[in-house]
Structure formats: C-alpha cells, structure tokens
C-alpha cells in the first residue's frame, strides 16, 4: 500500500506562484512515474506533469509547458510541482498520483495505481 499527501495549495492572484508537494510513503519501492492532475468543477480530470521516477524525464500538458515544472527528491520520497504565472483557467483540486507498472501512455489517469486526497488551488483574476 502507497500512502500519498499533497500540500501546498492555496489562494493566490494571477501571476502569482505557488509549489505543490506530494509525500509519498509505504511500498512506494516498485515506483514507475508519480504525476499530477487537476479537476476543476464541472470538468474532468485532466493531465498536468508527470515524472518517470527513475530516470527523471518530464512530461507536461500543453497549457502548463513553459509555466509548471516537476520535479522529484529521491531521498525526501517527495514529489513537486512548481507552478509561476498562474492563471484563472489554473484553478482547481490538483491531485497527485503514483504509478507502479509500466506504461503505455504516461498523461492517462488510469494507468496510476495510487491518488492522494488533493489540494485546491485557486487563482483570482
């Protein structure tokens, strides 16, 4: 069993930067990718970043290249996502997610076997 708490959320305006963690704890030994996703209301969950933990390769979502970056810290078994120039459309629950097994497509929700409870961000135009 894999335990995952993110923190970090918040209110903040828009331009503003926040950094999102995810403490990952219990048999996250057989780790493949952690990422993150977001829902906001009405919508669905949708794909923000993902980093394959091993090797350290970064994806992202069209609308938040250049913006958020992932990242990972081995020792602290703690995933982050850095996010500066945050808009509206960013509001919403941001979830992170730990994956265990190989995968065929590293941006779909389903191939993630363990989620956290979220953290809500909110960008005030």
């Known amino acids: 069993q894999v335990n995952l708490v993110e923190s970090g959320g918040g209110l903040v305006q828009t331009g503003d930067s926040l950094r999102l963690s995810c403490a990952a704890s219990?048999?996250?030994?057989?780790?493949?990718?952690m990422g993150w996703f977001r829902q906001a209301p009405g919508k669905e969950r949708e794909f923000v970043a993902a980093?394959?933990?091993?090797?350290?390769?970064?994806y992202y979502a069209d609308s938040v290249k250049g913006r958020f970056t992932i990242s990972r810290d081995n020792a602290a078994n703690t995933v982050y996502l850095q996010m500066n120039s945050l808009k509206p459309e960013d509001t919403a629950v941001y979830y992170c997610?730990?994956?265990?097994?190989?995968?065929?497509?590293?941006?779909?929700?389903?191939?993630?076997?363990?989620w956290g409870q979220g953290t809500q961000v909110t960008v005030s135009s």
């Open positions: 980093i394959r933990w091993s090797i350290g390769s970064t």
């Open positions: 219990g048999r996250t030994f057989s780790r493949n990718a």
């Open positions: 997610a730990l994956a265990t097994a190989s995968m065929v497509f590293i941006g779909r929700a389903n191939e993630y076997d363990y």
